[in-house]
T-cell receptor
């Protein structure tokens, strides 16, 4: 298993354009999370899926953001009409819930992230 | 509202000495605490965790201490090595009905271990 994969690693776009990020989780993991990290901050929760169901969305996730996990495997995060404030690192993580190596803590395994720069 | 606080943005330690990274939290519903380490251009990597029913958990050179009454935890690294130089995030989980299990992160501490 190669871990959590994210693509692209870096995206530069102009304000107003749409961008889409893809996340491929660890294959046996049923939960998938999206986080956003800006400079000097820790990762902030955006949304998560259990299998194909999106179970929670943060208030940080405005109407311009949409996430999908159509077959319960990979996920996409789309940002429409990007703004300069969307510039951040978008992190995807996955976990196996409730069983896992350290199931009590539900350890999340993170990908390397997709860095978005909006000009 | 910052529920997980890492008030010291950086720490510099001599190789071989102890590194102590501190974390405070405000949400009494947190039941698990985790530490993640992050190198540049990589995602955060899980390091160690502790349940709220314990006050200490040890894994090799890494020990996490939890003081529930003070809502404080700390990560001890002994002995510190140059390869430990990274950003360390404290994270916490509140197990609510529905078992979201999402993690709330602090801002991170940049640890530099001098050779």
């Amino acid at each position: 298993d190669t871990g959590v994969s994210q693509d692209p690693r870096h995206k530069i776009t102009k304000r107003g354009q749409n961008v889409t990020f893809r996340c491929d989780p660890i294959s046996e993991h049923n939960r998938l999370y999206w986080y956003r990290q800006t400079l000097g901050q820790g990762p902030e929760f955006l949304t998560y899926f259990q299998n194909e169901a999106q179970l929670e969305k943060s208030r940080l996730l405005s109407d311009r953001f949409s996430a999908e996990r159509p077959k319960g495997s990979f996920s996409t995060l789309e940002i429409q009409r990007t703004e300069q404030g969307d510039s951040a690192m978008y992190l995807c993580a996955s976990s196996l819930w409730p069983r896992g190596r350290d199931s009590g803590a539900n350890v999340l395994t993170f990908g390397a992230g997709s860095r978005l720069t909006v000009l | 509202d910052q529920q997980v606080k890492q008030n010291s943005p950086s720490l510099s330690v001599q190789e071989g000495r102890i590194s102590i990274l501190n974390c405070d939290y405000t949400n009494s519903m947190f039941d698990y605490f985790l530490w993640y380490k992050k190198y540049p251009a990589e995602g955060p990597t899980f390091l160690i965790s502790i349940s709220s029913i314990k006050d200490k958990n040890e894994d090799g050179r890494f020990t996490v201490f939890l003081n529930k009454s003070a809502k404080h935890l700390s990560l001890h690294i002994v002995p510190s090595q140059p390869g430990d130089s990274a950003v360390y995030f404290c994270a916490a989980r509140a197990l609510l009905t529905g078992a979201n299990s999402k993690l709330t992160f602090g801002k991170g501490i940049t640890l530099s271990v001098r050779p």
